[in-house]
């Protein structure tokens, strides 16, 4: 048997299976023919690109983002009633100064009350500012807290709410200037426009800081990865660039459809992540027919008959999983949807278009600018550890998966107790101001700066008979127990709508606010205000919000789930013709989805290494957090499970025996998939060293799914799988088989380079 030598190192022997090699026949299919458009047009197609993302972005950067107007997106009984109030109760927005003592003075020492009257004098000097309430003044007595030693000075900004957030900051720097004038006391401000303006920029800051993180993270894993500067930076390019085409075409359309304020987060993830692996699995494949004997044009067509094929089956994938979060009905994750379709699509434009014009210029020189101490990359070569871990699994199969899947299986039994409950503030960190203040106001009068907010909406609120059952609601509920004075009674200036501010137990997300939103909803408000003919009632506020929509994604997870599992399975058995690899891919997929729920469950509520991100409890998963991570994570690990696939059905298209086909397959792209897996849980890893909870659990859970699929579900259970069933992989029944065939491939490469390990 005859053995191939190259630079000096000897090969295994061929297979003698391998047929040989004939004249390739142009493939026909949409990938290759944008592919070939490419090369032939590299100048329109490359620079072209750039200057279409270049007006992209700067248009949408010129109509800017529209957000979602938290105030009227709500669900349920919260939703209507913040209708209500955004419809007829533009209040203007109030604020809260807070002065405290930790050395033992109170608001009956001259020292204390002078700097009440400093803050006081700071807001009266503000053109701004309206309805000052002091402290010290005895009708407002209930703004001292028990023991003397903090107060609180409320007031109001001028105008319509909407535009407080402009009008706040000389105001919050008077109060920084009393404080800087009594370091014994903490005096600070906190209320709707101060905090949202501070979180705000804590949150930009956050995202600057991921943006800025994540891209030195990616060259240096492509670097490695890769082992030249040219062949790295292509990757890094087309995915900023599609994270960049995609944030323009997002502000574009908020003109229509408002989005979030967290979907550039989301665009930066998802766009960088599929943008650099699709680059990668497009490039690995034209890297590896130049190594095995091709020339550029005929290496280029085969990357792109065989891995464009892929890139376009896996973006597709990929946007349908993301379009099931249109059927939450919720704003925020419709927009979710629609920022990451829009990222998604524009990476596969790119891989598909700019990435082969690229390649037909560069031929060779991809290779350029080596790296220092890495080992010149041939993308042919077999990956030493996954060939023998691949060997391992393949003569045990039965073992491999007991081991693997009962690892993830024990991994996802935690997610049974997860606990959804949206981040109060007390979770934001107390590095921002406003949160220490907010905790403080929280710790010296419980429940002030979270109340249940009753609303009642009839002809004439200021009727005997409202106002009666009003007094009634009040006393009732203060008779609870569960819920406190000072109780703030606001009437709008038609008298049809009264607003019932009541401070409740806990910090406005626990079970002990939820407890008292239960006893308000079921037996105070209907015994009272809820009794009242013609009226119309409901309670919101942050404890109701948070219910509500933790009730409607519950009820939209079985909707979700069902819409993307079928359209995946669908997908995945027109593309491969098998009932078997398409039901395969759904439970795998499952596997690694439900193991990273569980890991969220080990980390934000029983603790594990709670610490370690810098957080010191959680009352739970964010609603958010299982719908978001369950259509990316999807999505994304069909990128490495249509690109494995497609390798293991061509090489058995082939001749090859399916051990071999799987073999061959997983081990020859095991260096590129565990590259792209690295980038992906490296800019995940950034978000989870943020500041805010919502980026943290996102972080993890996205970093730990991606590195057990990329390992334990890849490298172990699915060649495990596939070797039991054998030809039963490529079962299609009989009333199936008029599914048209993918598209003939090149044939085999030349084996220059073959089963170097």
């Known amino acids: 048997m005859k053995t191939r030598v190259i630079q000096g190192e000897p090969g295994p022997p061929e297979p003698p299976e391998d047929p040989p090699a004939t004249a390739p026949r142009p493939a026909r299919h949409l990938a290759a023919r944008m592919g070939r458009w490419s090369a032939a047009h590299w100048k329109t197609a490359t620079f072209g690109w750039l200057v279409i993302i270049a007006v992209v972005f700067y248009v949408g950067n010129q109509m800017g983002t529209q957000t979602i107007d938290?105030?009227?997106?709500?669900?349920?009984?919260?939703?209507?009633?913040?209708?209500?109030?955004?419809?007829?109760?533009?209040?203007?927005?109030?604020?809260?100064?807070?002065?405290?003592?930790?050395?033992?003075?109170?608001v009956a020492d001259p020292g204390f009350r002078v700097a009440v009257d400093e803050a006081i004098a700071s807001l009266e000097a503000s053109p701004d500012v309206q309805n000052i309430e002091s402290p010290l003044d005895p009708a407002f007595a209930d703004q001292v807290s028990e023991d003397g030693s903090s107060v609180l000075i409320d007031f109001e900004i001028r105008g319509d709410p909407d535009d407080a957030g402009d009008l706040v900051d000389p105001i919050v720097a008077g109060i920084d200037g009393v404080q800087?004038?009594?370091?014994?006391?903490y005096i600070g401000e906190i209320g709707d426009a101060s905090a949202e303006k501070a979180v705000d920029g804590a949150v930009g800051d956050d995202l600057k800081k991921a943006g800025i993180l994540s891209v030195p993270i990616t060259l240096i894993i492509l670097l490695i990865a890769l082992g030249s500067l040219v062949a790295a930076g292509i990757p890094l390019l087309i995915g900023l660039t599609a994270v960049l085409g995609a944030l323009g075409l997002t502000a574009v359309a908020?003109?229509?459809?408002?989005?979030?304020?967290?979907?550039?987060a989301v665009v930066l993830l998802v766009g960088l992540a599929v943008g650099v692996d699709y680059v990668m699995f497009y490039l690995r494949r034209f890297r590896e027919e130049r190594a095995a004997g091709r020339g550029d044009t005929a290496a280029l067509e085969a990357a792109a008959a065989t891995s464009g094929r892929s890139v376009l089956i896996s973006g597709l994938t990929v946007m349908v999983a993301m379009a099931g979060m249109f059927f939450t009905g919720d704003e925020t994750f419709a927009s979710f949807g629609l920022a990451t379709i829009l990222v998604v699509a524009v990476?596969?434009?790119?891989?598909?278009?700019?990435?082969?014009?690229l390649l037909s210029r560069l031929g060779?020189?991809?290779?350029?600018?080596?790296?220092?101490?890495?080992?010149?990359?041939?993308e042919a070569r077999e990956g030493r550890f996954w060939g023998a871990v691949v060997d391992r699994v393949l003569r045990h199969p039965v073992?491999?998966?007991?081991?693997?899947g009962g690892l993830l299986i024990a991994l996802a039994l935690p997610a049974l107790q997860m606990r959804t409950a949206e981040a109060g503030v007390e979770s934001l960190p107390d590095s921002i101001q406003v949160i220490d203040t907010y905790n403080r106001v929280q710790a010296a009068f419980p429940g002030t700066e979270t109340p249940a907010i009753v609303v009642v909406e009839a002809a004439d609120v200021r009727s005997v008979e409202v106002q009666s059952a009003i007094g009634e609601l009040q006393a009732q509920?203060?008779?609870?127990?569960?819920?406190?004075?000072?109780?703030?009674?606001?009437?709008?200036?038609?008298?049809?709508?009264?607003?019932?501010?009541?401070?409740?137990?806990?910090?406005?997300?626990?079970?002990?606010?939820?407890?008292?939103?239960d006893t308000l909803r079921d037996e105070v408000v209907p015994a009272t205000v809820g009794a009242l003919p013609d009226a119309e009632t409901g309670v919101t506020g942050q404890t109701a919000q948070s219910e509500d929509f933790g009730e409607q994604m519950r009820s939209a997870l079985p909707l979700v789930f069902g819409f993307v599992l079928l359209f995946a399975f669908l997908l995945m058995l027109f593309a491969f013709r098998s009932i078997v690899i398409a039901v395969k891919a759904i439970v795998l997929n499952l596997l690694s989805v439900g193991a990273a729920y569980g890991i969220l469950v080990l980390v934000f509520q029983n603790g594990w290494g709670l610490s370690l991100l810098g957080v010191d409890s959680t009352d739970g998963i964010d609603p958010i957090i299982p719908i978001l991570l369950f259509v990316i994570l999807f999505g994304l690990s069909m990128d490495y499970h249509v690109?494995?696939?497609?390798?293991?059905?061509?090489?058995?298209?082939?001749?090859?025996?399916?051990?071999?086909a799987i073999r061959r397959g997983i081990t020859s792209t095991a260096g590129v998939v565990t590259a792209a897996a690295f980038v992906m849980v490296g800019v995940f890893a950034v978000f989870a060293t943020l500041q805010f909870l919502f980026f943290k659990q996102f972080g993890v859970g996205l970093a730990a799914a991606v590195l057990i699929d990329a390992t334990i579900i890849r490298g172990v259970l699915l060649p495990a799988t596939m070797t039991l069933l054998g030809e039963r992989n490529w079962y299609l029944p009989r009333w199936l088989r008029w599914l048209p065939r993918p598209p003939a491939e090149l044939p085999e490469p030349a084996t220059a380079a073959r089963g170097l390990s």
Do not use: W
């Open 70 to 106: 938290e105030a009227t997106s709500g669900p349920g009984e919260s939703g209507q009633v913040d209708k209500i109030l955004d419809a007829g109760f533009k209040q203007p927005a109030a604020e809260t100064v807070l002065v405290q003592s930790a050395s033992g003075l109170t």
């Open 180 to 185: 800087a004038s009594h370091p014994d006391l």
């Open 254 to 264: 908020s003109q229509f459809m408002a989005v979030s304020e967290y979907a550039s």
């Open 347 to 357: 990476a596969v434009l790119g891989s598909l278009t700019v990435l082969p014009a």
């Open 364 to 378: 060779g020189r991809v290779d350029a600018g080596r790296v220092p101490f890495t080992r010149r990359r041939r």
């Open 399 to 404: 073992v491999s998966i007991v081991l693997a």
């Open 477 to 517: 509920a203060v008779a609870t127990g569960q819920m406190h004075e000072p109780i703030d009674v606001d009437i709008n200036d038609e008298g049809t709508i009264a607003s019932v501010a009541i401070p409740i137990d806990g910090n406005g997300t626990d079970e002990a606010s939820k407890a008292a939103l």
């Open 643 to 660: 690109f494995i696939l497609s390798r293991i059905r061509e090489l058995h298209d082939r001749g090859h025996s399916n051990d071999e």
